[in-house]
């Protein structure tokens, strides 16, 4: 059952697990929110392997560094082949790259040391790196201090802009890879303008990114994400897989009742359930939890710790269906025998009663279990639940023993 937009209430946010909510009850003065990275790290290889970087440093503490183009190729095999302008002059530089995920971040740029989780405050070239899908834009932020800076900013594409050849003659880049012959200054904003369409834009998978996820450093401690934009993300993803920081995966169900999160295993089995509740001063909102011992919360206005995966859980594709071909099913409810029936996309459902006639009620799904009423059949306040799994394989009449509640 998809909830109406009036349905959405006072929930304007989801939550994740405890370790991803750093600083979250610090004022908007005193915290920057948490940095995720704008994708996961699966996605940010796969977007730079074998493509190249133009990028420029605006912060660099030389000033002819700033505003000048610099390019890095992403070899598959890790190899990191730089066209780089240092010292005031141009050369050729070799390095390793990689993106790799990480708790406090979702993903990290650049990963030289095995071991530990990186940490961009103890750890130099570990980044939060953001790419927005439409324009192409790329960034990366670090840690200066406790403050947040853009690293390098530009946009990643197929082809060797013809200014780097000319620069970094000696540069062993792939021969396979071609050279832009319309890229031939080297002051950024005159480069970005001589090819706008060199940009790589819209990749595959890169609508499936964090709401607000926009990097700190370009924010500039504005709110990443709004009200209206977030309210609108949590409609769209009802009934759908999130995965937080961590890559666990999740379920939000929105309710008219209440809102929920449903933790999943790795089999896909509900393992928890967690009810999503404000606070009381209307800046954030909690998970309480059925069976972990701990209440994460979320700070309204940050980055969600969440990625959706355009995929819809098992549980409401079978009543998605069901709904949509107004397929009958026959279930035991208490004190009678099996019934027939029919459910509707709006949350209502009509059953066969014993002489014929057509019984209103109603369904949805809470706590991982499908929840039916039966006006004048069961009794005020009563309803039928039915466990998703055991639903999903009714093999025939009597195998479905309802819950009542």
């Known amino acids: 059952m998809r909830r109406s ?19 979250i009850d610090a004022a908007w003065g005193e915290s920057p ?5 704008s994708h996961g790290a699966a996605f940010l290889e796969h977007l730079l392997s074998g493509r190249v970087w133009v990028l420029e440093r605006p912060n660099s503490t030389r000033a002819d560094d700033r505003g000048t183009v610099w390019a890095h190729y992403h070899g598959p095999d890790g190899t990191l082949l730089a066209c780089a302008h240092l010292g005031g002059a141009y050369a050729g530089a070799t390095a390793r790259w990689r993106v790799v995920g990480s708790r406090a971040f979702r993903a990290l740029y650049n990963y030289l040391e095995p071991g530990a989780e990186p940490d961009p405050a103890r750890r130099r070239g570990h980044t939060p790196i953001f790419h927005d899908p439409g324009t192409g834009a790329l960034h990366n932020e670090t840690l200066s201090g406790t403050r947040w800076r853009i690293a390098s900013r530009g946009w990643v594409q197929e082809s060797w802009p013809r200014a780097m050849k ?24 005159t480069m970005m303008a001589q090819d706008p369409a060199a940009s790589v834009r819209n990749a595959p998978g890169s609508h499936l990114r964090g709401p607000g996820a926009t990097g700190v450093a370009a924010a ?20 759908f897989v999130l995965t937080d920081t961590a890559g666990t995966r999740h379920v939000l169900v929105l309710g008219e009742a209440g809102d ?88 209502t459902l009509a059953a066969e009663g014993d002489g014929g006639e057509r019984v209103p009620g109603t369904w949805r799904w809470s706590r991982g279990e499908l929840v039916m009423t039966l006006e004048g ?18 093999a025939g009449p009597g195998t479905l023993v309802p819950g009542i509640r």
């Open 260 to 347: 929920e999160l449903w933790l999943l295993a790795d089999d896909g089995a509900v393992a928890d359930t967690g009810l999503l509740v404000p606070s009381s001063d209307g800046t954030g909102i909690a998970v309480h939890y059925e069976g972990l011992p701990i209440r994460p919360r979320y700070r309204i206005g940050d980055a969600l710790p969440f990625l959706p995966t355009g995929e819809r859980f098992t549980a409401m594709r079978m009543t998605d269906r069901l709904a949509a071909e107004g397929t009958p099913v026959a279930l035991p409810f208490p004190g009678r025998a099996e019934t027939v029936v029919r459910l509707a996309a709006d949350g």
């Open 220 to 239: 500039q401690r504005r709110v990443t994400l709004s009200r209206a934009d977030l309210a609108r993300f949590l409609a769209d993803n009802d009934g």
């Open 166 to 189: 000319d620069a970094c003659p000696g540069l062993a880049v792939p021969a396979s890879l071609p050279v832009n012959e319309r890229q031939t200054s080297t002051a950024f904003a």
């Open 5 to 23: 937009a009036t349905g959405l209430r006072l929930l304007w946010a989801a939550a994740g697990l405890g370790a991803m909510f750093a600083g």
């Open 377 to 394: 059949i069961l009794g005020p306040g009563t309803e039928a639940r039915y466990p998703w799994r055991v639903l999903a394989g009714q």
């Open 33 to 37: 929110g948490p940095n995720y990275s």
